[in-house]
T-cell receptor, first 112, second 113 residues
Framework: QKEVEQNSGPLSVPEGAIASLNCTYSDRGSQSFFWYRQYSGKSPELIMSIYSNGDKEDGRFTAQLNKASQYVSLLIRDSQPSDSATYLC????????????FGKGTTLSVSS | DVKVTQSSRYLVKRTGEKVFLECVQDMDHENMFWYRQDPGLGLRLIYFSYDVKMKEKGDIPEGYSVSREKKERFSLILESASTSQTSMYLCASIEGLPTGELFFGEGSRLTVL
């Protein structure tokens, strides 16, 4: 059974701080890695994707991937109250006929 | 603009009823998925389809079936609804191999009494 693990949280950070979200996965054949954000009562929306080892930055968000350690993380700099949401890590092997596997999500709370 | 439309946002059904949840995407995507989301359990894959008339079981297919007669439409069927199937159901689609963005519908919240 392929698994994606995340700390459920809640992770609480003050406004302006860096939030660090972590994810580990079990399938060494995984090739694509995603972070989705889900506000309460809403559907998930993609915020970052990463496919190769290292860092990928997009605005205040940085995704980090380490395939050897089977670890992917998301850093949110200058956290804002509007970042308060559940963050879902998703992983895929890119093989035909497969689907994304999601972690259970980490709830982030940013206090002003 | 990308659009995945789920036919019903909220449904209340009785135990034993047959339930249809419909999903339509307007992006000509090959792959479509049905997930359910429950507190503490996250998103769990029920079924997915990578082509018309093709279907694959996900992690929790028991009690569900699916239909994909046309590329744009993917239906989830609960043959005999049970209270354990009370949940949020999310449809999603993606183009080609699942390397890109998964687009979600707004979700269908089903309550089975």
């Amino acid at each position: 059974q392929k698994e994606v693990e995340q700390n459920s949280g809640p992770l609480s950070v003050p406004e302006g701080a860096i939030a660090s979200l972590n994810c580990t996965y079990s399938d060494r054949g995984s090739q694509s890695f995603f972070w989705y954000r889900q506000y309460s009562g809403k559907s998930p929306e993609l915020i970052m994707s990463i496919y190769s080892n290292g860092d990928k930055e997009d605005g205040r968000f940085t995704a980090q991937l380490n395939k050897a350690s089977q670890y992917v993380s998301l850093l949110i700099r200058d956290s804002q109250p509007s970042d308060s949401a559940t963050y879902l890590c998703a992983v895929n092997s890119n093989q035909a006929g497969t689907a994304l596997i999601f972690g259970k999500g980490t709830t982030l709370s940013v206090s002003s | 603009d990308v659009k995945v439309t789920q036919s019903s946002r909220y449904l209340v059904k009785r135990t034993g009823e047959k339930v249809f949840l419909e999903c339509v995407q307007d992006m000509d995507h090959e792959n479509m998925f049905w997930y359910r989301q429950d507190p503490g359990l996250g998103l769990r894959l029920i079924y997915f389809s990578y082509d018309v008339k093709m279907k694959e079981k996900g992690d929790i297919p028991e009690g569900y079936s699916v239909s994909r007669e046309k590329k744009e439409r993917f239906s989830l069927i609960l043959e005999s609804a049970s209270t354990s199937q009370t949940s949020m159901y999310l449809c999603a689609s993606i183009e080609g191999l699942p390397t890109g963005e998964l687009f979600f519908g707004e979700g269908s919240r089903l309550t089975v009494l």
